[in-house]
Nanobody
């Protein structure tokens, strides 16, 4: 099993930056990719970004491309999500997840492929 724990959420002003982190523990050798999703009340969980655990290939949702950067630190078993130029649409609960299936990174935009999920961290964007 793999456990993932998010951190770094909080209140940020529109146009500013915030960095989320996700620490993985347990049987991390099982991880093929890690991703971030976000959710607001009344909406489905939305894909944000994913990264392959070993190769570092990244894939982004169109809504965040050019503003968000996902990175991983294998030595620390941690994935980061750097969020720049935030807008009100970026607010929500951000979830980190890990998947163990070897797939094209574009397929990791689907929540279905993730096996282990964190509890989420709240991001609030003020105008």
């Amino acid at each position: 099993q793999v456990q993932v724990v998010e951190s770094g959420g909080g209140l940020v002003q529109a146009g500013r930056s915030l960095r989320l982190s996700c620490a993985a523990s347990g049987q991390t050798f099982m991880i093929y990719a890690m991703g971030w999703f976000r959710q607001t009340p009344g909406k489905e969980r939305e894909f944000v970004a994913a990264i392959s655990w070993r190769g570092g290939s990244a894939f982004y949702a169109d809504a965040v491309k050019g503003r968000f950067t996902i990175s991983r630190d294998n030595a620390e078993n941690t994935v980061h999500l750097q969020m720049d130029s935030q807008t009100a649409d970026d607010a929500g609960v951000y979830y980190c997840a890990a998947g163990r299936t070897q797939l094209s990174m574009t397929l990791y935009s689907a929540a279905y492929w993730y096996n282990f999920w964190g509890q989420g961290t709240q991001v609030t964007v003020s105008s």
